[in-house]
């Protein structure tokens, strides 16, 4: 990198008195490429935070030098509506990047587009996820309008004239662009390209491509459900058949195998429920109480993570049902549908399950009307087409009234159908997290009693410490979420529904909280109505590791079968993620699926999880591959570039495979390509 960064300054030494004359006789040019460059090392210092990598820096240049040099094809006059455009276009790209990451941790992609409308009932989050520094790229443009009236006024344009000027500018722009791109492209490995091309880990994209590159790619990553299939095929099916054939998933017995065998199952699928939540209590009360019962009554993953990507809760529901991962682009729901996946729901149905599913919202919302047939449901239950809207809270129906009206259902189901399988989809625990407030009485105010230190007078104080925060309206929608799960598993049992069924309980995904709101709670002081310094004695840190680390969410399996409850009562603390929960379930209900990427927790000692990202996490540590960073939980354990390198590994082929099969359809063309063999056979 220094070499040819020095390469690039002798460049620029040599060619000095040209480049000036060219910026001053072509300010309006100058202005976008400068104000451009600035907000896409303005959005990196903000997000990733490489202050000083140099790759990026040169990626955004050429990119906007290259951008810009067709400005020359238009008129003198029109040239600034063509850079006013771009610099808009440009600017939105970092100030929804700064939104999106400031709240997922993550860059946005142009596949999110597809689903925009769907999002219209969250709007309202928007208050709660924008902040002042979101807004600093507006800069860029204001500047080029107000450098444009300027050499109005000065009669700029009026003195440009000839065509031949203008073709000699774009040879110059281009030339320049294509230096810089040398010089960029110098420094690139093969693993850059790689990482470039299966976008997965966007963090380093950017990090090493600049936000405009890494934009542009992801519009193309974004056409893939169009074009992918039509290339790299046989290459993914050969990578895809050598892969199963290293990792065989065999069908392994355990003391759990079949012990839930032509049992009815309820799958309650929690919005936003995270695990600390099941151990939070706000003065003295706790926070999920009835989810705290049932994990301690029932089998416990308390080490468990969901996996999902941009389709938030359309992702879990994929991994879930499937034990693949979410696509690298794009989200299944909406961009794959039309695939053929292996899937719990499909894998009951050939047990002679009826399988249905239950929602209080529209059942366009993430296309799941059309991709709950593709999974394998009989029925899917939806917002007004099936239920009565008799109190709305959020998004939709109340979880509440939902619960109460599903109950019913699946009464009728129960009498129709002698084994059934259905999930029910919570909705009023999602953000903005409103609405609840006047019916649950969580009391998210601070208090203590303040002692007079002269005359020992003490007097009670209460501090609104919690109020406003999204963190304290949060706490409020899960306690009105945990209420409604109390009630559904009351009502199920009055209804004798419990008799011969299995409870599944899932959080979806984390509540997508800022990490600042977490060290506020965790640093309130009282005495202040504020945050605790960083240089006070009494505060602690909430790091980016424990911010990962605590969007874990619970998974808890539960029966009102006493002599069942017995044999699966206990907690499992190893790591386990959303795909292993087909291959676990799926061995308790006596199913089995081969292309499972996850595994049967019971039936392997090696326990990891891989985030869509790249990141992983076993039982010994949690690694970040977008800054190649680790913590290590048992300081004991032994941990080389081996251990690395091996979970590394498995998890970009996990990813890939996983992506194949998404995008090519590998399973279904897999199985048409093994019959049309053996039928040549016979």
């Known amino acids: 990198m220094k070499d040819f960064l020095g390469k690039l300054i002798d460049v620029l030494k040599k060619s000095k008195k040209s480049v000036i004359y060219f910026l001053k006789n072509n300010v309006l040019f100058s202005t976008f490429i400068i104000t451009s460059l600035i907000n896409g090392c303005l959005i990196r210092f903000f997000t990733v935070k490489n202050y000083s990598a140099i790759s990026p820096v040169l990626a955004d240049l050429a990119f906007v030098l290259f951008v810009g040099a067709f400005a020359y094809f238009f008129k003198p006059k029109n040239r600034?509506?063509?850079?006013?455009?771009?610099?808009?276009?440009?600017?939105l790209v970092c100030l929804i990047n700064s939104i999106y990451y400031t709240n997922y941790v993550s860059f946005t992609s142009f596949s999110?587009?597809?689903?925009?409308?769907?999002?219209?009932?969250?709007?309202?989050?928007?208050?709660?996820?924008?902040?002042?520094?979101?807004?600093?790229?507006?800069?860029?443009?204001?500047?080029?309008?107000?450098?444009?009236?300027?050499?109005?006024?000065?009669?700029?344009?009026?003195?440009?004239?000839?065509?031949?000027?203008?073709?000699?500018?774009?040879?110059?722009?281009?030339?320049?662009?294509?230096?810089?791109?040398?010089?960029?492209?110098?420094?690139?490995?093969?693993?850059?390209?790689?990482?470039?091309?299966?976008?997965?880990?966007?963090?380093?994209?950017?990090?090493k491509f600049g936000i405009y590159v890494y934009q542009g790619n992801d519009l193309f990553a974004s056409l893939k459900p169009q074009i992918s299939p039509l290339f790299g095929y046989d290459q993914a099916a050969k990578e895809f058949r050598e892969y199963y054939k290293e990792?065989?998933?065999?069908?392994?017995?355990?003391?759990?195998?079949?012990?839930?065998?032509?049992?009815?199952?309820?799958?309650?699928?929690?919005?936003?429920?995270?695990?600390?939540?099941?151990d939070t209590e706000?003065?003295?009360?706790?926070?999920?109480?009835?989810?705290?019962?049932?994990?301690?009554e029932g089998m416990y993953f308390s080490n468990f993570y969901s996996q999902e990507s941009v389709g938030t809760s359309s992702d879990t529901e994929f991994t879930y049902s499937t034990s693949l991962l979410p696509a690298s682009s794009g989200t299944v729901f909406v961009s794959y549908w039309d695939r053929e996946y292996p899937s719990i729901q499909k894998f009951l149905k050939d047990e002679d399950y009826y399988v249905f599913s239950m929602h209080a919202n529209k059942g366009n919302m993430w296309n799941r009307e059309v991709m709950h047939k593709q999974l394998g449901?009989?029925?899917?239950?939806?917002?007004?087409?099936?239920?009565?809207?008799?109190?709305?809270?959020?998004?939709?129906?109340?979880?509440?009234?939902?619960?109460?009206?599903?109950?019913?259902?699946?009464?009728?189901?129960?009498?129709?159908?002698?084994k059934y399988y259905g999930t029910l989809i919570m909705l009023t625990n999602h953000t903005p997290f409103e609405g609840v407030e006047d019916t649950t009485d969580l009391d998210l105010n601070y208090h203590y009693t303040k002692t007079d230190a002269l005359t020992g007078q003490q007097t009670p104080i209460t501090n609104k410490y919690l109020e406003n925060?999204?963190?304290?309206?949060?706490?409020?929608?899960?306690?009105?979420?945990?209420?409604?799960?109390?009630?559904?598993?009351?009502?199920?049992?009055?209804?004798?529904?419990?008799?011969?069924?299995?409870?599944?309980?899932?959080g979806d995904h984390d509540a997508k909280i800022k990490r600042s709101e977490y060290d506020y709670y965790y640093n309130y002081n009282p005495e202040t109505d504020s945050k605790r310094d960083?240089?006070?004695?009494?505060?602690?840190?909430?790091?980016?590791?424990?911010?990962?680390?605590n969007r874990k969410v619970p998974l808890i399996i539960w029966t009102k079968d006493k002599t069942l409850r017995k044999k699966i009562n206990k907690e499992i603390t190893n790591v386990a993620g959303m795909y292993d929960v087909l291959p676990t379930l799926g061995n308790m209900l006596g199913i089995y699926d081969k292309y499972a990427l996850g595994h049967d927790v019971f039936s392997t000692t090696d326990h990891y999880v891989t985030f869509p990202n790249g990141n992983w996490i076993t039982d010994k540590m949690y690694y970040d591959s977008q800054n190649g960073e680790a913590i290590i939980f048992d300081e004991e354990s032994v941990i080389d570039k081996n251990y690395i390198s091996k979970y590394t590994k498995k998890a970009e082929e996990e990813i890939a495979i996983s992506n194949d099969i998404i995008v090519h359809d590998l399973i279904k063309k897999t199985k048409e390509s093994d019959e049309v063999i053996k039928g040549g056979r016979k």
Request: glycine share 6%; net charge neutral.
């Open 80 to 91: 600034f509506k063509y850079f006013i455009t771009w610099s808009v276009i440009l600017t």
């Open 112 to 207: 999110l587009l597809a689903t925009s409308l769907q999002l219209g009932g969250v709007t309202g989050a928007l208050k709660t996820i924008m902040e002042l520094k979101d807004f600093c790229y507006i800069w860029a443009p204001l500047t080029l309008i107000f450098v444009h009236r300027k050499l109005l006024k000065q009669g700029y344009y009026s003195k440009i004239k000839t065509k031949t000027k203008a073709k000699v500018s774009v040879l110059k722009a281009l030339v320049a662009a294509a230096i810089v791109l040398g010089f960029f492209v110098s420094g690139l490995t093969g693993t850059d390209i790689s990482r470039l091309y299966k976008q997965w880990n966007r963090e380093y994209v950017v990090m």
């Open 247 to 278: 990792n065989t998933r065999e069908d392994k017995t355990n003391e759990y195998t079949d012990i839930f065998k032509d049992k009815n199952v309820i799958v309650i699928h929690a919005e936003s429920i995270q695990n600390y939540l099941l």
């Open 282 to 296: 706000i003065n003295g009360k706790a926070i999920t109480p009835n989810l705290k019962r049932l994990s301690e």
């Open 377 to 418: 449901y009989d029925r899917f239950y939806y917002y007004d087409k099936d239920y009565e809207i008799d109190e709305t809270i959020g998004l939709g129906l109340s979880d509440k009234s939902f619960f109460k009206q599903s109950v019913q259902k699946i009464k009728n189901i129960s009498e129709k159908h002698d």
């Open 469 to 506: 925060t999204t963190l304290g309206k949060y706490f409020t929608t899960a306690h009105y979420a945990d209420e409604a799960i109390g009630q559904l598993v009351d009502e199920l049992d009055k209804e004798g529904l419990l008799e011969d069924t299995i409870l599944v309980i899932y």
């Open 534 to 549: 960083k240089d006070d004695p009494e505060y602690k840190e909430f790091t980016k590791y424990d911010y990962e680390l």
